[in-house]
């Protein structure tokens, strides 16, 4: 076996990793990338069909990435944020704002009453991002006259390893052996369509989309969960919680169009905050159409880049990483009104 493969079976823990199956084969060892394609120790090549897990999405080895990187890395390479401004921070947290707030027309801002977004606050992953977006709406909620704001989010959500994160997680195999860890937070179903457990078919087809009449039952529960924690609370819940269009972790399963319009109109209906986690989508990974105006007509005002957009939904907390740096470097934002 190869020197670094002995060294990553002696020392190395992989994560969502059986590691006695792991330690049974000779693991691949990678060396280099170069745009979709990774080297191993022994130099065969790959293609690299996951794009690194949903980071990597413009290529390894990016001429233009590794210019900017380089570039920074000769001035510095990282200054605190506390107490401190720095050059791309500034110049990066204009963007990002720009980039979220296209979307959504002045009149659709007037409707929701939803402020625009209007910072960024700037960590290192995915999970961060969210535990930054759920101690926003947690202070927001409290102070706000909720003592202990809950939180509600989709069935078979993922969104992230941390403790936040996955108390807001539902998918038992990575979450379940640390249920005592956690704190509570109250679940919806997510459209499933393909496996949709409202339909009673006996005997049970392949696919309920293709001759099953939908009712969007699923919404109506929704709704029903948001009345039933207002009349026993009286306070909203602190946010509702989701991964815009497609749930990745899950299987990636793809929500019908209209859904989320429909469901954050919902949630916005009992004056809950929104949390969009677009750690996977952000970053045109739904798409990088012309954005659509609610009723459907273009306005040509530019390109959209996040899966809310999609659907004119403007949430109050965006969490943003992993496509961020195109999988480069460990950073991620949360952006807030
Ligand atoms: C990957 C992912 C996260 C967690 O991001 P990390 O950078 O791995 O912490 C959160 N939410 C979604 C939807 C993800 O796909």
Same mark, same amino acid.
């Given at each position: 076996?190869?020197?670094?493969?002995?060294?990553?079976?002696?020392?190395?823990?992989?994560?969502?990793?059986?590691?006695?199956?792991?330690?049974?084969?000779?693991?691949?060892?990678?060396?280099?990338?170069?745009?979709?394609?990774?080297?191993?120790?022994?130099?065969?090549?790959?293609?690299?069909?996951?794009?690194?897990?949903?980071?990597?999405?413009?290529?390894?080895?990016?001429?233009?990435?590794?210019?900017?990187? @380089?570039?920074? %890395?000769? &001035?510095?390479?990282? $200054?605190?944020?506390?107490?401190? !401004?720095? #050059?791309? /921070?500034?110049? =990066? *947290?204009?963007?990002?704002?720009?980039?979220?707030?296209?979307?959504?027309?002045?009149?659709?801002?007037?409707?929701?009453? @939803?402020?625009? %977004?209007? &910072?960024?606050?700037? $960590?290192?992953?995915?999970?961060? !991002?969210? #535990?930054? /977006?759920?101690? =926003? *709406?947690?202070?927001?909620?409290?102070?706000?006259?909720?003592?202990?704001?809950?939180?509600?989010?989709?069935?078979?959500?993922?969104?992230?390893?941390?403790?936040?994160?996955? $108390?807001?997680?539902?998918?038992?195999?990575?979450?379940? /052996?640390?249920?005592?860890?956690?704190?509570?937070?109250?679940?919806?179903?997510?459209?499933?369509?393909?496996?949709?457990?409202?339909?009673?078919?006996?005997?049970?087809?392949?696919?309920?989309?293709?001759?099953?009449?939908?009712?969007?039952?699923?919404?109506?529960?929704?709704?029903?969960?948001?009345?039933?924690?207002?009349?026993?609370?009286?306070?909203?819940?602190?946010?509702?919680?989701?991964?815009?269009?497609?749930?990745?972790?899950?299987?990636?399963?793809?929500?019908?169009?209209?859904?989320?319009?429909?469901?954050?109109?919902?949630?916005?209906?009992?004056?809950?905050?929104?949390?969009?986690?677009?750690?996977?989508?952000?970053?045109?990974?739904?798409?990088?159409?012309?954005?659509?105006?609610?009723?459907?007509?273009?306005?040509?005002?530019?390109?959209?880049?996040?899966?809310?957009?999609?659907?004119?939904?403007?949430?109050?907390?965006?969490?943003?990483?992993?496509?961020?740096?195109?999988?480069?470097?460990?950073?991620?934002?949360?952006?807030?009104?």
């Amino acid at each position: 076996m190869n020197r670094l493969a002995q060294l990553d079976h002696r020392y190395v823990w992989h994560p969502f990793t059986q590691m006695r199956d792991w330690l049974k084969a000779e693991p691949i060892v990678i060396t280099e990338g170069h745009g979709a394609m990774l080297k191993d120790a022994k130099g065969r090549n790959y293609l690299d069909a996951n794009s690194s897990i949903w980071t990597n999405l413009h290529g390894h080895n990016h001429p233009q990435l590794n210019h900017a990187i @380089t570039r920074q %890395l000769k &001035k510095i390479a990282h $200054s605190s944020a506390l107490g401190l !401004a720095n #050059e791309p /921070a500034s110049l =990066l *947290a204009e963007r990002l704002i720009k980039a979220a707030n296209r979307a959504v027309s002045p009149a659709a801002d007037r409707k929701t009453s @939803t402020p625009s %977004l209007g &910072k960024a606050f700037f $960590s290192d992953d995915g999970s961060t !991002a969210m #535990e930054v /977006a759920l101690k =926003l *709406a947690f202070e927001v909620g409290r102070r706000g006259g909720n003592p202990h704001p809950k939180f509600l989010s989709l069935d078979r959500a993922y969104h992230g390893d941390t403790v936040g994160a996955v $108390s807001l997680g539902r998918i038992d195999l990575f979450h379940k /052996a640390y249920s005592q860890l956690l704190f509570r937070t109250d679940k919806t179903p997510a459209p499933y369509c393909y496996r949709c457990p409202y339909n009673r078919a006996k005997p049970e087809r392949a696919d309920a989309r293709s001759y099953r009449k939908c009712n969007e039952e699923c919404l109506d529960q929704l709704e029903r969960t948001f009345a039933r924690h207002a009349k026993k609370n009286r306070k909203p819940y602190g946010a509702f919680v989701f991964e815009p269009l497609i749930q990745g972790a899950a299987g990636m399963i793809a929500q019908p169009d209209g859904w989320l319009r429909k469901a954050t109109d919902i949630a916005r209906s009992f004056g809950t905050p929104l949390i969009a986690d677009e750690v996977m989508t952000g970053f045109g990974r739904t798409g990088t159409g012309e954005i659509q105006k609610a009723g459907g007509a273009s306005r040509g005002i530019g390109q959209s880049l996040f899966a809310c957009d999609k659907e004119s939904v403007r949430p109050d907390y965006v969490a943003l990483a992993k496509g961020m740096t195109g999988g480069y470097l460990p950073l991620a934002a949360t952006l807030t009104t």
